[in-house]
């Protein structure tokens, strides 16, 4: 799995603010839609891989259910960061999941928000991937989309077009921080694609169609009201195929099987 170079850099400097921009923000209320489907799939005692673990958000919530997670991520400042729970960082990200130490096998993994629309090689590190789970273990990763609607209407609004369009060119440059990374914006098929034969896809639903990207945050902290009735539209619509991939991510599980 390599990761590129500005995008190690880009959040190796945003590491110490990481939480007050992405974690914290009003409306990665997304982070509990995704922490709703987690608590559904994996089971107290398991051992699972977190890919781009950032500041252990996601690893301080699987240890209240009990789950023990290995993490990778470039850089370890972001893991850093975070303060509990104890991490075992396994491989850095800079190297391919292959090198891992030899004969452990996890019960799950998982890539919470956008890690994964970083990586070169899609298709290669779902193979990596498929080396590291035991058979029938889930995998959950929540990608960003080719297309999110609410974030075209606001650049559209705003006269930005080429901005609002800029994830239906498949890969755009987009700020971090004070950085710059490059970002991939697979389809849906394509994701599909890259983790077959060895995964199968087991549902898709989308997080943020209805509540507007992370960085409207300080909009949305003036309408707590309008925020709570479009997370209750959000919950009824983004299982619906029509609308799972028109959201800020759409969250994958698939489940290992014979390749």
Same mark, same amino acid.
């Given at each position: 799995? *390599?990761? !590129?170079? !500005? ?15 992405? #974690? ?5 209320? !997304? ?15 398991? #051992? ?46 800079? !190297? ?12 799950? #993994? ?22 590291? &789970?035991?058979?029938?273990?889930? &995998? &959950? ?18 006269? *930005? ?13 987009? *700020?971090?921080?004070?950085?710059? &990374? ?30 507007p990207p992370s960085f409207l945050d300080p909009i949305s902290r003036k ?9 209750r539209i959000d919950k009824g619509i983004s299982h619906l195929p029509l ?17």
């Open positions: 799995m *390599k990761i !590129q170079g !500005q995008t190690i850099v880009a959040f190796d400097k945003l590491a110490g603010a990481y939480d007050d921009l992405f #974690a914290r923000s009003r409306i990665c209320i !997304q982070r509990e839609a995704v922490w709703e489907v987690l608590a559904d799939t994996f089971h107290p005692g398991d #051992a699972i891989l977190t890919l781009n673990c950032r500041t252990r958000e996601d690893a301080r919530f699987l240890s209240l259910l009990d789950v023990s997670v290995v993490a990778c991520d470039t850089p370890e400042r972001m893991i850093d960061a975070g303060r509990n729970p104890p991490l075992e960082v396994e491989v850095p990200l800079t !190297q391919p999941l292959s090198n891992r130490r030899p004969g452990a096998l996890f019960d799950g #993994a998982l890539s919470n928000f956008s890690g994964l629309n970083s990586v070169v090689d899609l298709h290669r590190t779902a193979r990596d991937l498929a080396s590291m &789970v035991t058979l029938g273990a889930p &995998v &959950v990763v929540c990608l960003s989309t080719r297309f999110c609607l609410s974030e075209t209407l606001w650049f559209l609004f705003h006269g *930005k077009v080429r901005k609002a369009f800029r994830r239906s060119f498949a890969i755009a440059v987009v *700020k971090v921080g004070d950085g710059f &990374v490059k970002i991939q914006y697979p389809a849906l098929k394509k994701v599909k694609e890259s983790f077959s034969p060895c995964f199968l896809m087991r549902s898709c639903k989308g997080t943020g169609v209805a509540i309408y707590p009201r309008v925020l709570g009735l479009l997370r609308f799972r991939s028109i959201g800020d991510h759409m969250l994958i599980h698939f489940e290992r099987v014979e390749g």
